[in-house]
Nanobody, 115 residues
């Protein structure tokens, strides 16, 4: 069974930084894309950033230039470096893995940006 375990969320002041981590375990067929989504209260889940197996990245317009997605050497880990955080970045952040045969989600980690 495939599991995605996220870590790194928490409370941070506006302008601060956090680094989220996600590690995938289990029997996984070819990984195509790993990414991060977020869902704020009362809003739909939205894509934050994604990275392909080849290393190509894409970002939501509202995080471009502030957030950086990267893969670990093991290729089954993904990170999200979040800088210059704003209150509107407050949400539950979910790790997502798209493989050749299925998609998987982590349990989510809360990020709260508040003074």
């Amino acid at each position: 069974q495939v599991q995605l375990v996220e870590s790194g969320g928490g409370l941070v002041q506006p302008g601060g930084s956090l680094r989220l981590s996600c590690a995938a375990s289990g029997s996984i067929s070819s990984i195509l894309v790993m990414g991060w989504y977020r869902q704020a209260p009362g809003k739909q889940r939205e894509l934050v950033a994604g990275i392909t197996n080849g290393g190509s990245t894409n970002y939501a317009d509202n995080v471009q230039g502030r957030f950086t997605i990267s893969r670990g050497n093991a290729k089954n880990t993904v990170y999200l470096q979040m800088n210059s955080l704003k209150p509107e970045d407050t949400a539950v952040y979910y790790c997502n893995l798209l493989a050749s045969r299925a998609a998987y989600w982590g349990q989510g980690t809360q990020v709260t940006v508040s003074s």
